[in-house]
């Protein structure tokens, strides 16, 4: 997803005074022409959260104005702002409005990252694991995820504990795998907690009424992994309610849910997955 920008910090109290007028009326209404002119305005002064904000807007609006969007984004990037820099990396990595260059994109999330954008820095760590756009370097990667989960950033904190829980590019440590996931508190950081006290994974000594609770807290976020494993733990019990969970961890596209589905002769509704 795109940075979104909520405050300009541009040295003129008129035109932050201006930034946030328009913000808010954009949180009104997303569509808003006077929040568009604001902050086209401010743009003109050098603004650098408006060209984000302005950006943000345009990237799902009319066919010229999403290619004006990246424009935006790279003025932004070029006046250093981390957010601009992150945005244009994200829009090259997945040709958003462009066409798709992820060794570009890996290069403004570098930028970004020492910037100090924390889901930037994220977004680099998940390139060295996978090797799209860098060399795959584990290492690399939990280097990037720890400075991420640092900078505050729950995703960064969730990968980070899965570093540290599977060993990847560190040494394997348990305990501050608990805690990254803890603090991260996401639904997917709430899973591996579910799997670290069922499945003893990671070295945890099994707990299965804490599993359990992690488990819960998972699927009522909808995270698909875990409404299709508390569905199957619970079928026996409430075969109603695990096909419940399997359809809506099929809508995810959870390929465990649909072929359950399909074993019990129910069809899978999928949806398909946007960036």
Avoid at 51 to 79: C, H, P, R, W
């Amino acid at each position: 997803m795109l940075d979104v920008t909520s405050k300009s910090n541009h040295h003129d109290p008129n035109i932050r005074d201006r930034f946030a007028k328009a913000y808010r009326i954009w949180k009104q209404d997303p569509q808003s022409q006077l929040a568009k002119e604001l902050l086209a305005e401010n743009c003109k002064a050098g603004c650098t959260a408006s060209m984000v904000l302005l950006g943000d807007i345009y990237a799902d609006s009319s066919e010229d104005k999403k290619k004006l969007s990246l424009t935006l984004f790279l003025n932004a990037a070029q006046l250093g702002n981390s957010s601009g820099m992150r945005n244009a990396g994200y829009c090259y990595m997945i040709g958003l409005n462009c066409e798709q260059d992820r060794v570009k994109g890996a290069e403004w999330y570098r930028q970004a990252a020492d910037a100090g954008n924390a889901r930037a820095q994220c977004n680099l760590g998940a390139l060295y694991a996978f090797g799209h756009g860098v060399p795959q370097d584990s290492h690399e990667a939990f280097h990037w995820y720890l400075r991420s989960a640092e900078g505050g950033c729950t995703r960064g904190m969730t990968n980070l504990g899965e570093c540290y829980m599977l060993g990847n590019g560190t040494v394997p440590d348990r305990n501050e795998a608990e805690r990254w996931f803890r603090q991260s508190g996401s639904p997917r950081a709430q899973y591996h907690l579910a799997e670290m006290f069922l499945d003893g994974l990671g070295g945890m000594p099994t707990d299965k009424q804490g599993g359990m609770k992690f488990l819960r807290l998972a699927a009522d976020a909808k995270y698909s992994r875990a409404l299709y494993r508390l569905g199957r733990m619970t079928e026996d019990e409430n075969s109603v309610s695990a096909v419940a969970m399997y359809m809506a961890a099929a809508q995810k596209n959870n390929r465990e849910a649909i072929a359950r589905l399909n074993e019990l002769g129910i069809p899978a509704t999928v949806v398909s997955v946007r960036h």
